[in-house]
Structures are given as structure tokens and as C-alpha cells.
């Protein structure tokens, strides 16, 4: 197996990267695809989604929702695999470069209006991502060994 546990530590290698990375390009498309998708299905639902849970047992058989529903539990089990490999001080900014995605499909699927202070917050999201991107992923030293 590529990981190796020392205490706390993780010792990377070049698998565990490459697993790494490939767990963070799953989940930096599955929850803006799940959101889109959860959104579209909502946003077409012939009722407004209100207090009364039958209306939302009602949404959840829509193909969209569903779809979406099933695509963020699986970003959620994809970001549970990252927390094991690497640091949540790296997963969590480097995951954010998905709300740029997610500000893309929402103009461009759903039609909406967004304004340029929303896409200057998108940009300063996706370069705070890059420059986070650039460090290790894993900060943690290893336990000194009992005597």
C-alpha cells in the first residue's frame, strides 16, 4: 500500500499524491455538478419547496435531484478519503476553486445574472486556491517514539 503511518504522520509518496490529486479533481467537479444539478431539478419542480417534508420526499424522485443528491454524497465520501491523506488546513482551500465552478455553471446553465463583485470574489477564491495549492499537503511532524 502507498500510504505509510508513522503516529500521526503520513509519509508521502508519489501514489499517495497521485491519489491525492485525483480524490481533489473528483471532488472539485462532483459538488458543483451535484449543486447544479439539485439546482436545475428544483428550480423545475412544479411546487415551491416549502415546510412540508412530502413536497420534498415529492422532489427527491426527480431525476435532477436525485442525480444531485447522489452526486454530493458521493463529494462528501471523496472529501472524507482526502481528510484521511492530507491536512484539512490544504483539502479545504484547495476544494474551494469549485464555488468558481459553480458561479460558471450557474451563469451559463441556469441563466443567472451574476454580477462582476461575484466574479471578483470568484477570482480572489481561485487564486487563494492556487497559492494554497503550492504547499504541502500534509504539515504534521511525526510523534517522537517512546524511549
Do not use: C
Not at 462528501?76 to 469549485?98: E, H, K, Q, W
Request: aromatic share 10%; glycine share 8%; no cysteine.
Amino acid at each position: 500500500m502507498a500510504v505509510a503511518r508513522k503516529a500521526d504522520y503520513i509519509v508521502q509518496t508519489p501514489a499517495l499524491r497521485l491519489r491525492t490529486y485525483s480524490l481533489l479533481g473528483l471532488f472539485v467537479f462532483l459538488r458543483p455538478l451535484g449543486n447544479l444539478s439539485l439546482a436545475w431539478g428544483t428550480k423545475h419542480f412544479p411546487q415551491v419547496l416549502s415546510l412540508n417534508p412530502l413536497v420534498y420526499l415529492r422532489a427527491m424522485v426527480d431525476p435532477f435531484v436525485a442525480l444531485g443528491i447522489a452526486m454530493l454524497i458521493l463529494a462528501l465520501l471523496t472529501r472524507m478519503a482526502l481528510l484521511s491523506l492530507a491536512d484539512l488546513s490544504f483539502v479545504l482551500p484547495v476544494t474551494a476553486i469549485g464555488y468558481v465552478l459553480a458561479t460558471l455553471f450557474g451563469q451559463v446553465f441556469l441563466h443567472e445574472n451574476v454580477h462582476a463583485q461575484q466574479w471578483i470574489g470568484s477570482v480572489l477564491i481561485f487564486l487563494g486556491t492556487g497559492l494554497v495549492g503550492t504547499t504541502s499537503q500534509n504539515t504534521t511532524t511525526p510523534a517522537e517514539e517512546p524511549g
